[in-house]
């Protein structure tokens, strides 16, 4: 039955699909499949307006009280140029209150303990959150006895999944 149906079902949809396919004209159809290319008009690609002259073309004049880095001297910026410490400190040597504030704060955090440290390996951890399981989590296969039993069983010609897998079981973590 379920042959019958697929046998009925795909000249159907084939039949179905050139029925639609009709409906296109050969132009569409051949740009819907990427055989013809249509190339842009470019006249019509801009989207914004061309850019406009600006109504003059003078600078803005600085006023009296800014501080120009033209205004310094010439061998100030040589030495900048030479040694950019030179810039971050300012003639004087000494650093900004704002430089202080960060190296200070910066240094804060490197002497904070790392948070971000796993904990030691077999702490437990997995094994309290899965409060569900009442203390019985599965064991870890152990790979001696894994590998003993899977030699075993090739050499006796048996499958390999024939026997029980030996596990290792965690240690209790009682007093005695």
């Known amino acids: 039955m ?3 149906v697929s046998t009925l079902i795909s000249p159907l949809l084939l039949l179905g699909g ?11 159809a051949a740009r819907a499949f990427g055989l013809e290319r249509s190339l842009p008009d470019e006249y019509t690609v801009t989207t914004r307006a061309p850019l406009s002259m600006p109504p003059s073309d003078e600078l803005v004049k600085p006023s009296k009280g800014d501080d120009h880095r033209q205004d ?11 040694s950019p410490d030179v810039a971050l400190r300012g003639t004087n040597g000494d650093t900004s209150e704002g430089q202080t504030i960060l190296v200070n704060e910066a240094t804060e955090a490197s002497d904070a303990p790392d948070r971000g440290e796993l904990g030691e390996a077999g702490s437990g951890f997995v094994q309290e959150l ?10 870890v296969v152990d790979a001696d006895g ?7 069983n090739a050499a006796l010609g048996n499958s390999p999944t024939k026997g029980v897998t ?3 079981h965690p240690k209790g973590s009682g007093l005695f």
Not at 130 to 139: I, T
């Open 2 to 4: 379920a042959r019958r």
């Open 18 to 28: 050139c029925f639609l396919l009709s409906g296109c004209s050969g132009n569409e």
């Open 130 to 139: 899965m409060f569900w399981k009442g203390g019985k989590a599965g064991g």
């Open 166 to 168: 030996p596990t290792q």
């Open 146 to 152: 894994e590998n003993r039993r899977l030699k075993t």
């Open 72 to 82: 310094e001297s010439e061998r100030l910026q040589a030495l900048e140029t030479l």
